[in-house]
Structures are given as C-alpha cells and as structure tokens.
C-alpha cells in the first residue's frame, strides 16, 4: 500500500469516509509535516501526518511522535475553550497522522498581517487564549504527566533556536546557555510551542491555534515570547507601526491572564527569550525567510545582542522596538 493509500485506508476504518473515491488535496504551507484535506460526508476534515526529514534548508530531523503531542495538546486546549483549536476526530494507525475537523472561512493570521489588515484587538485576544491555557495548566500533575516530550521540545526548540546560536557567538554564550538551562528546568504548565502567525487562523471567534508538535510541559513564557518574536519581526520587516502595538496588545493581554505566578517574574524570562529568538530569527537554524534585507537583520540583531547584554521585562522590550535603523 502507498502511504496515501494507508492514509485513506486509515479513514474508512475510523468511519470517516465512505468506500467511494476519497480525494487528499494538500493543503500550502506545512514545513513538517504532510496536510491534507479531504471532503467526507460530514462535511471537510484535515489529515495530518508528520514527516521524519523536515522541509527547511538545514538537516533536521524529528521524531514523529510529535504528531501524539500535537493531538493531545488540541484535545486539552479544547476542553479550556473549545473555540480555540480544531475538534480532533481520530488518530490515524500510520505514523502518528491523525484527523481533525476543518476550520472553513478562516484566514492564516500571518497572510492577514502580510495583507495589511493588522488587527490590534486580535493579538489581545491571541494572548488571551495562550494564557488561558496555561492558566488552565499550572502546576497540575496530570497535565505535566500527560506531556512527557522534553526531548522532542530539545530537538525542536531548544537546540535549533538556543543552543545553535550559543555556539556560534563567545560572547553570548554564557548567557544563552543559561537561558536554555532555566527553560528546560521549569516544569510550570502546558506550552504549546509554536504559537506564530502562521499557526493561528482567524475565526470570526477568535484564533483558532493549529501545530502543537513541540508541545510539552514547561516555562508557559516560552509561548509568550515565541510569538511576540513573530510579530517583532514583522514590525521591522513591513515597517508597521500596528505590528509594535500588537505585540504590546499581545503581551498586556496574556500578563492579565497570569494567576499562577508572579508576573513581573515571568515577563523577565519571556524578555530574555524574546531577545534570545530574536537572534535566532537571524542567526539561527531556522531563519525568518522575510528578513533577507542586510539592514533589516542588523536592526534585529544589534537590538538583540544589547537585550541579551541588559535583560529586559517583555513589556519594556516591546514599548522599545526599533523597526527601523537609528
Ligand atoms: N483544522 C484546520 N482547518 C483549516 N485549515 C487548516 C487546519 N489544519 C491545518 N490547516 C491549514 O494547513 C496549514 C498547515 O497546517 P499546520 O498544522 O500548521 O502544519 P505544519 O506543521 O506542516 O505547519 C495551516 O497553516 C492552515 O492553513
Ligand atoms: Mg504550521
């Protein structure tokens, strides 16, 4: 049988699709895994199947027992708001691929924001819904126990983004190394782990968050500063005045939502790994492809290196983002 052939094989047995045709129309954008849709007779759901070798330039390589955290990880922001991530429908026996309900009439948030249509009021909601979550996780053993994935959360976020870097700058490194230290150690609440623009759909409801692969039990500032590096670097990039206030929109919305810890402490670590990410987006394993323009990453990575110097709260971070060259 052909991989897509087991795909569809796998459908009929969860009861999803009848014995006639079944069409797998790809769905754009996926760097690691394989996205399908697929019309059944009640109604579209996507199919999702990680791949082993993932589609950027560098060799990179992930378990595909990512594609179980990812379903976990809907499941268990459903059940805080279950208009926040898709309805999982069933897991597929081949390759951790799984089904789930397709979110229709739903932009990508980053191809809104790359179109000019920059809604302030949606990164508050976007961070909102983040904080939700792990408000809804803090310190919970079954969540933590649920969510055992901290070599695939290494393999994936801290050694690309933070230890790739650190190698390659003396004079950071001690810093980054302690960075990556602190994060790996905090077991705090549920991360999802990749909360960029590209992950968020907008639904007339709010954001709808997509790719849970790197998800995992730990610092929750993780998810704050990974996006808020997301719209950072658009900012400079688009030259959007909107972009900084959506950052700080993103940023005052998650720190209301913040009842497990003390917030000052946690918008001093997002801060620092704001700034560490920020290098990453130009130094790093995985760079951000719009930053091409030499000016463009020296604004980034100059503003980087001094947060990374003088460790800065996330709010005063983002209030001082320059988007453009002094
Ligand atoms: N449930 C869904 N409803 C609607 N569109 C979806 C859904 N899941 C994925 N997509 C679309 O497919 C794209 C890739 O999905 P994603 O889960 O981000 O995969 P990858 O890990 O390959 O990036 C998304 O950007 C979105 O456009
Ligand atoms: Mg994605």
């Given amino acids: 049988m052909t991989a897509d052939a087991e795909i569809v094989a796998g459908l009929r047995d969860?009861?999803?699709?009848?014995?006639?045709?079944?069409?797998?129309?790809?769905?754009?954008?996926?760097?690691?895994c394989d996205v399908w849709k697929v019309e059944t007779p009640t109604g579209p759901i996507v199919v999702k199947r990680p791949l082993e070798q993932l589609?950027?330039?560098?060799?990179?390589?992930?378990?595909?027992?990512?594609?179980?955290?990812?379903?976990?990880?809907?499941?268990?922001?459903?059940?805080?708001?279950?208009?926040?991530a898709p309805e999982v429908l069933a897991e597929l026996p081949v390759?951790?691929?799984?089904?789930?309900?397709?979110?229709?009439?739903?932009?990508?948030?980053?191809?809104?924001?790359?179109?000019?249509?920059?809604?302030?009021?949606?990164?508050?909601?976007?961070?909102?819904?983040?904080?939700?979550v792990h408000a809804a996780t803090a310190n919970s053993a079954a969540?933590?126990?649920?969510?055992?994935?901290?070599?695939?959360?290494?393999?994936?976020r801290v050694d690309p983004f933070l230890l790739f870097v650190a190698?390659?700058?003396?004079e950071l490194a001690p810093a980054i190394y302690a960075l990556a230290d602190d994060l790996t150690s905090r077991k705090v609440a549920l991360v999802h782990g990749d909360v960029s623009p590209k992950n968020i759909l907008v639904s007339a409801e709010g954001p709808v968050f997509l790719d849970?692969?790197?998800?995992v039990y730990g610092d929750p500032a993780f998810d704050l500063a990974f996006c808020t590096t997301h719209l950072l670097l658009k900012a400079v990039w688009l030259d959007d005045e909107r972009l900084g206030q959506s950052a700080a929109a993103l940023v005052e919305a998650y720190r209301a939502g913040i009842d497990w810890e003390e917030p000052a402490g946690l918008l001093l670590r997002a801060g620092k790994l704001t700034a560490a990410l920020l290098l990453a987006r130009v130094e790093g394993k995985s760079p951000a492809p719009y930053l091409t323009d030499p000016d463009h990453r020296r604004i980034v990575r100059d503003q980087a290196r001094a947060l990374l110097r003088a460790p800065t709260p996330l709010d005063a971070l983002v209030s001082h983002w320059q988007r453009t060259l002094p």
């Fill in 167 to 170: 190698q390659k700058d003396a």
């Fill in 14 to 32: 969860a009861g999803l699709v009848g014995e006639g045709d079944v069409v797998l129309e790809p769905l754009t954008g996926g760097v690691s």
């Fill in 143 to 156: 969540d933590r126990d649920a969510f055992p994935t901290d070599a695939m959360f290494r393999a994936l």
């Fill in 55 to 84: 589609r950027v330039a560098a060799e990179w390589h992930a378990p595909v027992e990512r594609g179980q955290s990812e379903v976990r990880w809907l499941r268990r922001a459903r059940g805080v708001d279950a208009r926040i």
């Fill in 95 to 132: 390759g951790h691929a799984f089904a789930m309900r397709f979110v229709p009439g739903c932009p990508v948030w980053k191809d809104e924001l790359i179109a000019g249509r920059v809604d302030v009021d949606f990164a508050g909601a976007v961070g909102r819904s983040i904080a939700a």
């Fill in 212 to 215: 849970a692969e790197c998800a």
